[in-house]
């Protein structure tokens, strides 16, 4: 090593023991609550827009939502927000619409924060038309007080905590957060992430469910609905205590787990190196195939079954019996029962 780059390398190791030598200084005269190093001057600030409104429209960035019950019948919103970047609320042919107001010249966007801003909703009654909420990287927290006709969320990298019922679509799409959905019901649902987690516990569905996780998992229990699809590339599927119509589940490597999933109809599933596990379950007529993956477990009545692995071995039951279940694999393992 020459001398040179020795020296530069001593250098940066000096200007980084300087810098983290400040910081922690900094952090012991501040108390050590990190929240004081922020470079964002937060505000409280209270809206208490006027007038009746059926529907509700929210347009944010960072900030997170909380809807609540209003106790006073009146509806009022409090938002605890940088102040250059502020809110507004109006109701405007009968939607309540909640904007954002940025006032930061380019400087501004240079900054350091260590909490979050939010806004609490207030609504005076229980029941809306449509709920449209937008935001980059805040999170959705929306309880079960409360039930639209339609609810649609689009976000970034914002998580989603939904316990609110509609009569109709609940549209929920987000990049990278995650989203937990519980006792729902619904007229028809559609959820979409890229690499966020997709958790729906306890709910009816009266149609159908349409999910896509593109790298992130996706876990269903206790869920009665129309037909069911769910499709991802690595993440995994686990559905549980599942009563629908027909069901399609693929994934690319990730595995697909069924346990106490119940159709009336047509159940595809199809994988390309997971595996495919099947417990007490049953279908009119079910489809499954895997390259590598292998395919185990048992269902619950007869089934005439079609079964072939290129090289994996094979073990299902002679039945003359019952619906078509055909089960196709490349190089895995089949061994499925049906349960006595």
């Known amino acids: 090593m020459s001398k040179t780059v020795r020296n530069w390398l001593i250098a940066a190791a000096a200007l980084i ?25 937060y505000v409280e600030t209270t809206l208490e ?28 919103i409090e938002c605890y927000e940088d102040e250059m970047v502020v809110h507004t609320a109006d109701v405007k042919d009968g939607v309540l619409v909640i904007d954002t107001e940025d006032s930061r010249r380019w400087l ?81 649902m559609k959820l979409k992430t890229d690499t ?28 009665t609905c129309g037909d069911l699809r769910v499709e991802t590339d690595t993440g995994y599927v686990s559905l549980k205590d599942i009563s629908c119509n027909g069901l399609h589940a693929e994934t690319d490597t990730g595995s697909i787990a069924l346990k106490d999933v119940v159709g009336s109809g047509k159940f595809e599933l199809i994988s390309d190196t997971g595996h495919i596990d099947l417990n007490g379950c049953d279908a009119a007529e079910l489809y499954i195939e895997t390259d590598t993956g292998s395919v185990t477990g048992e269902l619950l009545t007869d089934k005439i079954f079609f079964a ?24 895995g393992r089949i ?6």
């Open 17 to 41: 023991f300087a810098g983290a030598a400040m910081f922690t200084t900094a952090l012991a005269l501040c108390g050590w609550d990190i929240s004081k190093l922020g470079t964002v001057d």
């Open 196 to 223: 966020g987690v997709i958790e729906l516990n306890s709910g009816t569905v009266a149609e159908n469910i349409d999910i896509l996780a593109t790298t992130g998992a996706v876990k269903l229990e206790n869920i």
């Open 108 to 188: 501004g966007f240079i900054s350091l924060g260590f909490s979050n801003p939010t806004m609490t909703v207030y609504l005076p009654k229980n029941e809306y038309d449509f709920l449209d909420i937008s935001t980059s990287t805040g999170a959705v927290d929306l309880p079960k007080s409360f039930t639209f006709e339609s609810i649609n969320i689009v976000g970034d990298t914002g998580a989603v905590s939904c316990s609110a019922s509609a009569n109709g679509d609940v549209d929920i799409e987000l990049d990278t957060g995650a989203m937990v959905i519980n006792s729902v019901s619904a007229g028809s």
């Open 335 to 340: 061994e499925v029962g049906v349960r006595e």
């Open 308 to 331: 072939d692995s290129d090289t994996g071995s094979v073990s299902v039951p002679k039945s003359m019996t019952g619906g078509r279940c055909e089960i196709k694999t490349d190089t």
């Open 49 to 76: 827009p006027s007038g009746d409104f059926e529907n509700i429209s929210i347009n944010v960035y960072t900030t997170d939502i909380n809807l609540l019950p209003s106790e006073d019948g009146k509806c009022r």
